[in-house]
């Protein structure tokens, strides 16, 4: 399932709930037409394009949000995140770990042949890493945002400016074919942290609560306004936990 779900502070509304059918589905006519599926959603469609549909048809209505929230699931997709910058929306997505980025001031340079024509394509003058990798010297802040069941929910967050390695593919020389630099975004990160734990500390330490985001606003400081307000973060996280409510729109 693919849902759409506006949320103010830690109160969901959901909006829409789209079924998502894989293509052992959508290659079988005949199976869909005794299921009922309606002809115009046969095709086969990945979860951010449905997500995607859902999004312009949510605008069309006349409903309007401050920032598209979606889990790992369609953050890792460059079209998803790219389509949603060029709609002029502010997101923020979840990624896995490993997804590559390179410094903000990364730089596009022409590299020295050794020998041969000489290069006729820029290359970046710094290898991707990364988003764990990327984070490990960042400052780190604590942050605690409600009282849980049992314990005040408390994490430490860290947010630097990245651009995101989703550019076109290109070969770099011994480090093979890397994406180029895309986009400049917010990577965020956060570590669950125990309620009594009032230091703030300035390393990395990653643990299986760590959790990874790209952020693109159009206002200046937006990174501190995504780790200060942790209540929408929590309430976003909460939302995807549950069956099927994977995509959120925050007002």
Excluded at 52 to 74: H, K, M, N, Q, S
Aim: hydrophobic fraction near 40%; aromatic fraction near 8%; proline fraction near 6%.
């Amino acid at each position: 399932m693919v849902s759409v779900t506006l949320v103010s502070g830690e109160v969901p509304l959901m909006l829409s709930l789209r079924l998502f059918l894989p293509e052992s589905w959508t290659g079988d006519v005949a199976r869909m037409d005794k299921a009922g599926v309606p002809r115009a959603l046969q095709d086969y469609r990945t979860k951010p394009e449905i997500a995607l549909e859902e999004i312009d048809r949510v605008i069309a209505a006349g409903v309007r949000f401050g920032c598209v929230l979606a889990d790992a699931g369609y953050g890792l997709s460059a079209p998803f995140r790219q389509a949603l910058t060029a709609r002029g929306l502010c997101w923020a997505v979840g990624i896995p770990r490993h997804q590559k980025v390179y410094p903000d001031d990364v730089q596009l340079i022409f590299p020295v042949a050794g020998r041969g024509r000489p290069r006729m394509r820029h290359v970046p003058d710094v290898t991707s890493v990364a988003a764990h990798t990327m984070l490990e010297g960042a400052k780190w802040r604590q942050v605690s945002w409600r009282k849980g069941t049992k314990r005040r929910l408390t994490a430490r967050f860290a947010a630097i400016r990245v651009r995101i390695a989703d550019g076109a593919p290109q070969r770099i020389g011994s480090a093979g074919a890397q994406h180029m630099p895309g986009e400049e975004a917010w990577l965020v990160g956060s570590i669950a942290r125990m309620a009594n734990a009032n230091t703030i500390s300035r390393t990395y330490q990653p643990t299986r609560q760590s959790r990874f985001w790209l952020a693109r606003s159009k206002r200046a400081g937006y990174a501190n306004r995504l780790i200060s307000n942790s209540r929408k973060s929590w309430a976003w996280i909460t939302l995807r936990d549950d069956p099927g409510a994977d995509f959120t729109a925050m007002p």
